[in-house]
């Protein structure tokens, strides 16, 4: 006996939601739990290297189970043909139409939705997961004024293809305000607010340095401008040491050291950041020499 889990995203033109994948963990877990042996089919395009449903031989294998998603498509019409000499299970599914081939095909189907069957609880609620850091990332677009010092284009891309290999739920923040779009904070507050709550920000923008900062929370920040310029420059401000610049000149194909830019992740996730962060003096506000400025006695 050996079993086969399948499901939305072992297809080729499927999809991997969060949901889906822990459903096929769900399963699994349970079939492992109970001494079976079984696999798991993955889309190449979501996990190259893994099994692939073109490899999974139907001779291979005794049963069959896809999990969670909806029960409709010539894609899950094509394992009934493809798994015809299994016996084929679907669990944890939305079932829209019982007369759908698609459904209709399964041996048995244990739904999460159905009419006339009651409601059950998903299979991604059963699967407990680590937790990670969470990381706002805050990005500068091209900034003119610096002309060809800018780097704002390669520093972006190598920062977030680094990015992008780090385990951490990554949160994308805009500083720029509009409160006719919810996709973006209407008011400062909003935005820090949702500051407040991060693990760690990571910035090529000055405020993105700057309101992390404010709100305790260790910054990663990286100075788009070759020689550095005023996001350097509120680091030093801040006495905060984990920034980043790139040289006027790039002696290699990259702006940044991967191995600089680990290092500095893992200081600012580590109890020292935090408490760096955490001990940040409370800033001078350049507002306090304005009334000097303004000269406001010589005018009265």
Partial sequence: M???????PSFVHG???AGDVLALEAV???????????????SPVFRPGALTLEQARPEDYTHVVFACGPLRGEQVEGLHRRYARCRRVAVGVSVIDPGDPAAAGFHAVLPRDAPGRPARCDLAASVAVPE???????????????????????????????????????LPLETRLDPGD???????????????RLDLVVTTRMHGLVLALKNRVPALA????????????????????????PPEHAAGPRLLDPAELERWWRWCLSGEGAARARACPEPVPLADGLLAALDLERTR
């Fill in 182 to 196: 919810w996709r973006l904070a209407g008011t400062a507050a909003e935005l820090e607010s949702a500051v407040r």
């Fill in 2 to 8: 050996r079993v086969l889990v399948v499901g939305w």
């Fill in 28 to 42: 699994r877990r349970r079939l492992a739990g109970a001494g079976l042996p079984c696999d798991v089919a993955w």
């Fill in 222 to 245: 990286v100075d788009p401008v070759a020689g550095g310029a005023k996001v350097t420059a509120q680091a030093r401000a801040w006495a905060w040491p984990a920034v980043l610049t």
């Fill in 132 to 170: 990670v850091p969470v990381v706002g990332v805050v990005l500068v677009r091209r900034q003119r004024e610096y002309g060809a010092r800018g780097r704002h284009e390669r520093v972006e891309r190598e920062l977030t293809g680094w990015l992008g290999r780090r385990e951490c739920a990554r």
């Fill in 15 to 17: 999809e991997a939601t």
